[in-house]
């Protein structure tokens, strides 16, 4: 049940740490009063922004003086954090109480989404099973409490990031990861964006009613909002241990988090914080988030002066060099070639390429810190040199909105993709009558 919520304008550090206090009575109540072993899953450091990970240093703290307090970072498949980078998320957390997640060899299988719940959650687009595996040290280590720290953000796979996200995709294998992105991919990116349940979430739900009833967990589910000044803020806190505490987290992010134009933008620009996103897998949700915005024929900049990868690791970078961003139809057709099984063995890596195309509708243009003219082209992209761009596009203000350049360019500046989505009111509609 959802034990509670809080909302406002902005959430100060002092009134988190407060609600952070409640947190812990309530799970004394509910969980038990006297835990020995707390298990801590916030998100990595993609997420930084959040504050999830201070919130996750302020547990540490609260609880660690009377447990045993660990911390896994829910990585999927993303690359595990450097010592500096733990630093840098979690603050003065132990080194040796932060456990990188290994998707490849540190899962166990502990049952599977039925191909015919698949095709029922999908609407027959999707028909195979979804194996559901999870971290060994999360399922076969004893916990008295585990605390998801997660924000809720839409999202182009679950329609809003965290809740279950945190389990399935953050702590899954390979096999899960890979079958549950293709589901989505298959429902449509578009479809996806923004929406309270997608199939996939669905057939998460399915899976943790199922499997992981006996979890002794809650979920700390964060949500932010601009302030006027251009802060980000928190602005809600959702606390509690099912599905209504994602959806109350969900509602709010809807409502807070989704900015509707009344006409598509023909230039779009979005700046990718260095210290946050260094490949393309994770730099690409200034693609899925404001691909709603942008008219056919437009153009959307990226401005990512940390990017040095196009994958996060050596055989997903390896198939992005290879079949490029170039469209659902393109990658289709060499996942079902004969000589398509990297891509059938990496099946996330092709929903991935699916997701960060326009599908030919608007231009791609990276302005990358570390990535070659010809590397950015041969993967489907355009080049543009950043510090030209930066001095180009950067809005003294760094406000959010509309902006000219100095010889009269209009263009809709995005300074933080990963906190929204962007579309027109038109399109948010249309879906919404199609439903």
């Known amino acids: 049940m959802l034990w509670f919520s809080h909302t406002a304008e902005e959430i100060s550090w002092p009134e988190v740490d407060k609600l952070l206090g409640r947190v812990i009575a309530e799970a004394r109540g509910r969980l038990g009063p006297s835990p020995k072993r707390v298990l801590l899953l916030p998100p990595d450091i993609t ?25 896994i970072p829910t990585l999927g498949q993303h690359i595990p954090h450097t010592p500096q980078q733990n630093r840098q998320m979690f603050g003065e957390i132990p080194e040796e109480r932060i456990h990188a997640h290994d998707w490849r060899g540190g899962c166990v299988r502990v049952g599977e989404i039925s191909s015919a719940e698949v095709k029922r959650l999908s609407g027959d687009a999707a028909d195979w099973a979804i194996p559901i595996e999870l971290n060994t040290m999360l399922m076969q280590e004893a916990w008295d409490w585990i605390i998801n720290v997660g924000h809720v953000v839409p999202h182009e796979v679950l329609g809003f ?42 057939a998460f739900d399915l899976a943790e009613n199922e499997l992981l009833r006996d979890l002794p967990d809650l979920y700390v589910q964060i949500v932010m909002r601009r302030a006027a000044d251009g802060r980000l803020v928190h602005s809600g806190l959702h606390v509690g241990d099912d599905r209504e505490t994602y959806l109350a987290a969900a509602r709010q992010s809807q409502a807070e988090n989704i900015t509707l134009l009344d006409q598509p933008a023909e230039r ?10 260094f490949s393309t897998w994770v730099a690409n949700k200034a693609v899925y988030r404001t691909r709603m915005a ?3 024929g437009g153009e959307l900049i990226i401005l990512a002066p940390g990017l040095k990868r196009f994958g996060e690791q050596p055989e997903v970078e390896a198939i992005i060099r290879k079949y490029g961003y170039r469209g659902t139809a393109n990658t289709m057709r060499n996942y079902e070639s004969a000589a398509g099984t990297d891509l059938r063995e990496m099946a ?32 489907g992209y355009q080049y543009a040199d950043l510090a030209a761009m930066q001095n180009k596009y950067l809005p003294a203000d760094g406000r959010e909105g509309w902006q000219q350049t100095n010889n009269g360019e209009d263009y809709f500046f995005v300074p933080t993709p990963s906190i929204g989505l962007w579309a027109t009111r038109e399109k948010m509609e249309m879906r919404s009558s199609q439903r």
């Open 47 to 71: 997420r930084m922004h959040s504050g999830a990970g201070k919130i996750t240093e302020r547990l540490y703290r609260a609880l660690a003086a009377e447990a045993e307090v660990h911390v």
């Open 294 to 296: 942008i008219a056919d």
């Open 268 to 277: 779009v620009v979005c700046v990718m914080q260095e210290d946050e996103f």
């Open 348 to 379: 996330h890596a092709a929903a991935h390429l699916n997701h960060g195309s326009s599908e030919g509708r608007f231009r791609i243009v990276y302005a990358p810190g570390h990535i070659s003219r010809d590397d950015i082209e041969t993967v």
């Open 161 to 202: 990031a965290n809740g279950n996200k945190n389990y399935f995709i953050g702590l899954g294998g390979k096999e899960s990861i890979c079958t549950s992105h293709m589901m989505a991919a298959c429902c449509g990116i578009e479809n996806n964006l923004g929406t309270l349940v997608t199939p996939t979430r669905a």
